[in-house]
T-cell receptor, first 113, second 111 residues
């Protein structure tokens, strides 16, 4: 009964390094999302996807790239990490868009030093 | 002005108390409203949707006031296990990305 699974859970990066966060869902959901959560800011949408092979920008997309090659997977890439990208990242999925329950992964804690 | 505003708290209440949170939103076109619960260092989980007529789920009651553009969450007979951050979520219909999360209201229920 996995739901939404994110890896890694914790990571420390040096400024300028790159990395990929992996997200997998086993609920056959069409929609997938990447959010970041910072103190006092709430969850902010980075990128999202409405189906396999499609992606779109959210509220704060700069410095990130995504890919949805398979319906069940949604990858978030940091090309050149910056300290401002220190945050908690949540992947989520839903069967369709607004109005349906969004299911979140457990989060990935990323620190950029 | 933030699109969704919540009092961050913290609200510290004794067990058995009734506590209410409000959340205001700025987009009058918003059509979908939710309360999510987030425990410390955990992911958000849906607590309840908020319908125009208001809705109740056990000790929890959610209401929507479109005229004043706010939603509320009432928790009766608070339990220690209710301690969490409550996120107000608002979105217009028909668009996948336009869900806006409030920054949350922290509740601590004290024994």
């Amino acid at each position: 009964n996995a739901g939404v699974t994110q890896t890694p859970k914790f990571r420390v990066l040096k400024t300028g390094q790159s990395m990929t966060l992996l997200c997998a869902q086993d609920m056959n959901h069409e929609y997938m999302y990447w959010y970041r959560q910072d103190p006092g800011m709430g969850l902010r949408l980075i990128h999202y996807s409405v189906g396999e092979g499609t992606t779109a920008k959210g509220e704060v997309p700069d410095g990130y790239n995504v890919s949805r090659l398979k319906k069940q997977n949604f990858l978030l890439g940091l090309e050149s990490a910056a300290p401002s990208q220190t945050s908690v990242y949540f992947c989520a999925s839903s069967s369709t868009g607004v109005g349906n329950t969004i299911y979140f992964g457990e989060g990935s804690w990323l620190t950029v030093v | 002005r933030k699109e969704v505003e919540q009092d961050p708290g913290p609200f510290n209440v004794p067990e058995g108390a009734t506590v209410a949170f409000n959340c205001t939103y700025s987009n009058s076109a918003s059509q979908s409203f939710f309360w999510y619960r987030q425990d410390c260092r955990k992911e958000p989980k849906l607590l309840m949707s908020v319908y125009s007529s208001g809705n109740e789920d056990g000790r929890f009651t959610a209401q929507l006031n479109r005229a004043s553009q706010y939603i509320s969450l009432l928790i009766r007979d608070s339990k220690l296990s209710d301690s969490a951050t409550y996120l107000c979520v608002v979105g217009p219909s028909g668009s996948a990305r336009q869900l806006t999360f409030g920054s949350g209201t922290q509740l601590t229920v004290l024994p």
